[in-house]
């Protein structure tokens, strides 16, 4: 009983520390989204291409950044820094540098468009939102949420 009741404390602080976490990631509001995305046309172009982005703006929370992680995955994440509310300086930006964007915030918050993940030093230990992205062929792709 006593093995049964650690483990349970143990399961229910973690859960807690979990959730706590969760909530400071809680800035940015459920847009709808539903882009239908043709690496055939000429802004979507460079997505043929492993390893290459683009930022498509009128979606979501502060726009939309697609990547292009290989011949067979594409990744949708929402473009505003998840660890600010939406605003001028929370979009994310090309860094220059490989998959990573910037947040313009005082904080530069930075993060992987290839994982998803805050890197170090970023503010809060948010992740960027992914949106679904779905493959119906000739090389067109409907991203929704």
């Known amino acids: ?25 809680n800035f940015l509001f459920d847009a709808g989204v539903n882009l239908t995305v043709n690496t055939n046309l000429p802004q979507f172009n460079q997505l043929q291409f492993p390893g ?3 930022y498509v ?30 605003a001028a300086c929370s979009t994310l930006t090309d860094s220059g540098v490989g998959d990573i964007v910037v947040c313009g915030c005082d904080d530069e918050n930075q993060y992987s468009l290839a994982t998803g993940l805050g890197l170090e030093g970023n503010t809060q230990p948010c992740t960027l939102v992914p949106y679904r992205v779905d493959d119906v062929g000739n090389n067109t792709y409907v991203v929704s949420n």
Not at 1 to 25: E, P
Request: net charge neutral; charged share 15%.
């Open 57 to 86: 703006s009128g979606q979501g929370n502060n726009g939309i950044w697609l990547w292009r992680l290989n011949s067979s995955t594409l990744y949708a994440w929402e473009a505003a820094d998840p660890s600010h509310a939406p």
């Open 1 to 25: 009983m006593k093995k049964l009741l650690i483990i349970l404390s143990i399961l229910l602080f973690t859960c807690n520390s979990d959730d706590s976490a969760r909530s400071n990631c």
């Open 52 to 54: 290459n982005g683009v």
